[in-house]
């Protein structure tokens, strides 16, 4: 049994120095992976959290690896800690598109005027495809009456302007944006 097969064994009794040379053994493997996911999604500033990601995802491999499995030790932990670090970043990046997407929901309740088009922070951080299927899922979601109410105000339209071109009450375009503004916050 090798130094490093040894260490595994060691880190399933609690031996935190056994662990210890384990992270240093693997720190390469673990910094090499943490580049390639950080080259491939540089809106997320994750790399520390990425690190300790990845301690955490070779500590449990450790506690899980099968020796009688045909796989080494190396290839196992790296297997883990790709898999972890993955549903880590995938993690982050539907909060950060959920916090996009209800940043700009609350733009369009906050009667602030539309930006250009190619400012918009939705469109600066999901896809033409993702935008036009939220596009659709809101359009879903919504009355037609809501969506014309909605529309109009993401344009930067007041609601007592909706109300003179719906020919509706005030009140009723004011009650219709709360309604829309909860249905909304269920997409997200």
């Not at 880190?11 to 210890?20: I, K, L, M, P, V």
């Not at 916090?99 to 088009?117: G, K, L, M, T």
């Amino acid at each position: 049994m090798d130094i490093l097969q040894e260490d595994v064994m060691r880190t399933r009794y609690g031996d935190n120095e056994a662990f210890n040379r384990l992270l240093d053994a693997y720190t390469p493997m673990i910094s090499s992976l943490v580049s390639e996911i950080c080259r491939s999604c540089p809106t997320l500033d994750i790399k520390d959290d990425l690190r300790q990601e990845a301690a955490i995802a070779l500590y449990f491999s450790a506690l899980s690896f099968k020796a009688d499995k045909g796989v080494s030790f190396g290839l196992y932990a790296k297997v883990c800690i790709k898999n972890r670090l993955t549903s880590y970043v995938q993690k982050s990046l539907a909060r950060s598109l959920s916090r996009v997407i209800s940043d700009c929901i609350d733009d369009c309740f906050d009667n602030e005027p539309a930006a250009d088009d190619n400012e918009q922070p939705l469109n600066l951080i999901i896809s033409k495809e993702s935008c036009d299927m939220l596009k659709k899922r809101i359009r879903a979601e919504l009355t037609d009456y809501e969506y014309n109410v909605f529309m109009l105000h993401a344009e930067g339209d007041s609601p007592s302007a909706i109300s003179k071109k719906l020919d509706k009450n005030v009140k009723s375009v004011y009650n219709t944006l709360q309604r829309v503004r909860q249905k909304l916050r269920k997409l997200v």
